[in-house]
């Protein structure tokens, strides 16, 4: 009786025992790889409770998070063959677990793979520009290229990069005073010329608005001429007219506005013969002699 119960226990704790090797739990945050006699059998990407054979089959979890890798500064030569200090950085996940396992084995070992691939990457991209477009506008751009090439090497290990980012992108102290320099001296020629060209394009513009402006005077100044011409014309038909009409009155009316400009000028005193024509008017209402 008592051996029967020892064994049913024994069977028991054995049975248990069997159970807990055959049953393992893939946590929420990590994909999981089951290799038998270390070649790999299975891998389950969902989280929950997964089955493998005891005591033959091993499991190898690969974190299936965001993750972050820091490269160390390092040193960049860029097309100008000026050095740079640059610290950068990339978020990366795992999105293929066995192709990962099968490159890189361990996530220590993926880790350094990836931060030799991202600096040889860095100094590639940033070696075909140089300091100018590193610090000014360019950098974003430069960023997506690299992250696009490290996106294409790394896919070979089963990561997909998310983002990469330059934190630091600095010169040397040895060489950053000439450098600035340098840029100083670069951005001064570069408003001397701008300014020479905006002084080229304005005395163009003054020069084809003053040609404007001289053909606008001339054709008005020819307009005026003709509409002057025939309003004279004008005005001697109608004298003319009014002369045929009735002379008497008409060489009356011009005799007065002759006296009215001469009484005009000086202080008023006009010295002329008693018979003159011009005085005609005043010695006879008729202009009779």
């Known amino acids: 009786m008592k051996r029967s119960a020892a064994f049913a226990l024994g069977a028991t704790l054995i049975g248990f025992f069997i159970l807990l090797n055959s049953a393992f739990i893939v946590p929420e945050s990590k994909s999981a790889i089951v290799l038998r006699f270390g070649a790999p059998k299975n891998t389950y990407m969902t989280a929950g409770l997964k089955f493998k054979i005891p005591f033959v089959d091993n499991v190898q979890f690969i974190d299936r998070r965001n993750r972050e890798i820091d490269l160390n500064e390092i040193q960049v030569i860029v097309k100008n063959q000026e050095r740079l200090l640059v610290d950068a950085f990339a978020r990366f996940k795992i999105v293929d677990p066995l192709l990962f396992y099968q490159s890189v084995t361990t996530e220590e070992e993926g880790n350094d793979r990836l931060k030799s691939l991202m600096g040889q990457t860095v100094r590639r991209v940033l070696g075909e520009v140089s ?32 983002d990469v980012k330059i934190r630091r992108a600095d010169l040397p102290a040895q060489n950053s005073q000439a450098v600035f320099q340098r840029m100083i001296t670069e951005r001064n020629q570069l408003a001397q010329q701008i300014r020479a060209e905006g002084n080229e394009q304005s005395q163009k513009i003054t020069a084809q608005a003053e040609r404007e402006r001289a053909e606008i005077l001339a054709s008005a100044n020819e307009q005026s001429e003709k509409l002057r011409g025939k309003a004279d014309a004008t005005r001697s038909a109608v004298f003319a007219t009014a002369y045929g009409r009735d002379p008497e009155f008409f060489d009356f009316y011009r005799s007065l506005l002759a006296y009215e400009q001469s009484f005009k000028t000086g202080d008023g005193m006009i010295v002329l013969s008693p018979d003159s024509e011009f005085l005609r008017y005043l010695n006879d209402l008729k202009g009779r002699r």
């Open 131 to 162: 300091v100018d477009d590193i610090v000014s506008g360019k950098r974003s751009e430069l960023m997506h290229r690299i992250r696009d090439l490290l996106s294409n090497g790394a896919r070979q290990f089963g990561i997909e990069i998310i």
